[in-house]
């Protein structure tokens, strides 16, 4: 499914500037139909799952339980 500029700004809550920008520079890949630019909505596909991957390992990163260290004494 493709997407105009303004379209896609929207789906990633970017601004229409940005997201022209990241076109012009060649990080968002686009078709140009002699009007405007087309942008295919599966490329953002692999973005949101590394970001979906990368929270579920902050989440369980902080989750995991602190080991004891073997080398405290209890002195009183």
């Known amino acids: 499914m493709y997407l105009t500029i303004e ?3 929207d789906f990633l809550s970017i601004p229409k500037t940005k997201i022209s920008a990241l076109v012009l520079q060649g990080r968002i890949r686009a078709i140009h139909d002699g009007e405007r630019y087309l942008i295919n909505k599966e490329q953002f596909t692999t973005h949101f799952d590394q970001v979906d991957k990368y929270r579920q390992m902050i989440i369980d990163y902080l989750n995991e339980p602190i080991p004891e ?7 009183d």
């Open 7 to 9: 379209e896609t700004a």
């Open 69 to 75: 260290d073997i080398d405290v004494k209890d002195e």
